[in-house]
């Protein structure tokens, strides 16, 4: 009932992502250009590596943006108190597990 609610903000989401991201590269491009502009070969350099950092940082964002969105979707909205004490068991066991989760999951974990 809400899932199609929910993918509704998918494409705003990453129009937002993209928004400021543009807006990152545009600032640190003037940002740059006023540190460096005296010297050419050193802003070029500059310019690569904010450039590479920042789609890098994108990159990231869009996985964080993913789990958050598909956890949103996959949600079970109930009050069914069987259900909410087997998901308490399970999460339970879950932020028991070994500290060698990949990043993502240790994103996801930090959010419950």
Do not use: H, W
């Amino acid at each position: 009932m809400l899932v199609p609610q929910l993918a509704k903000l998918r494409d705003p989401t990453y129009a937002t992502l993209d928004f400021i991201y543009m807006e990152l590269v545009e600032l640190a491009g003037e940002l740059n250009y006023k540190v460096f502009s005296r010297f050419p070969d050193l802003l070029a350099m500059v310019n690569d590596i904010t450039n590479k950092k920042l789609t890098d940082l994108k990159a990231q964002t869009e996985e964080i943006l993913d789990i958050l969105l598909e956890g949103e979707m996959n949600t079970v909205f109930t009050n069914d108190a069987k259900y909410l004490s087997a998901r308490d068991d399970l999460l339970a066991v879950f932020l028991s597990l070994d500290r060698k989760l990949p990043r993502a999951m240790k994103v996801l974990k930090s959010c419950l």
